[in-house]
């Protein structure tokens, strides 16, 4: 079953990647990418509390899915990551306002360097964080599944939100942790550097690696590219060009266990 759902609707794009083993987690997923959908507007930049409100709405959301058993309340929970187009109000002018839940992630792309924006919400991240484990060592941690905030766990979620200037050219990687777990940064950032005949694109690519890696989880990936003027863009040899309006989206969400000729599932 594919517990991933995503909404490439510009200029929201968001990834939700449901809780294994938990109750209904393609209906979490999915029902975030609903409330965001029903929340913010597309085609226009939205206001930073109306990003915040889909998140919380999604939560209120997920949490009535939770169901009552013979064993205790089974919880619907998932994770999401994303990125808006907002007006930061007071002349600052609009920005990509970047969020995550859990440990799908949003990553940027100058053309040079990949960053990873959002920090995961999971155990191993911790024991990165406070020095007891080595980041080349998370991986492979037993508790590497286990994540530490979720849409749906508790009455309140809390996301962490990060403001970008949105200004000349910039790309953005949204994906679940079926492409981070199978994909390393360095071979992120080489299918990010070449062009694709994919019929998905980037994205495409992106989530063809993490199948061709063993594809322990659904993969879902979004790829980003936005021009919005300004000076980010003037250095040529910082970002790689394309032609087409942009922004747009590249986006794939496909189930564990699929190949090449496997259809897809988009959300």
């Not at 980041?135 to 990060?162: L, M, Q």
């Amino acid at each position: 079953m594919n517990e991933d759902a995503l909404l490439a609707h510009a200029p929201v794009y968001v990834v939700a990647d449901g809780m294994g083993g938990h109750a209904r987690g393609d209906a979490a997923s999915r029902a975030v990418v609903d409330t965001f959908r029903r929340h913010l507007d597309t085609g226009a930049p939205s206001r930073p509390e109306q990003v915040l409100d889909a998140i919380h709405s999604s939560n209120e959301v997920v949490r009535s899915l939770s169901t009552e058993g013979d064993e205790g309340t089974a919880v619907a929970g998932t994770t999401v990551a994303g990125i808006a187009l907002v007006d930061a109000g007071d002349g600052r002018g609009v920005h990509w306002m970047v969020f995550n839940v859990g440990d799908s992630r949003v990553y940027l792309w100058d053309g040079r360097r990949l960053e990873q924006v959002t920090v995961d919400h999971s155990a191993v991240q911790e024991m990165v964080d406070a020095g007891l484990l080595h980041a080349d060592d998370a991986e492979r941690h037993p508790d590497r599944n286990v994540i530490t905030r979720a849409v749906g766990a508790d009455d309140v979620v809390e996301p962490d939100v990060w403001l970008i200037p949105a200004a000349g050219r910039q790309v953005f990687l949204l994906c679940s942790d079926g492409l981070s777990k199978e994909v390393g940064d360095e071979a992120i950032a080489e299918i990010l550097t070449g062009g694709s005949a994919h019929a998905a694109g980037l994205a495409g690519e992106l989530v063809e690696a993490a199948l061709a890696a063993g594809a322990r989880d659904n993969v879902t990936a979004v790829v980003v590219e936005s021009d919005l003027g300004g000076d980010a863009a003037d250095d040529d040899e910082a970002t790689r060009d394309r032609d087409d309006a942009l922004p747009r989206a590249a986006e794939q969400t496909w189930p564990r266990g699929v190949g090449d000729q496997g259809g897809g599932l988009p959300a």
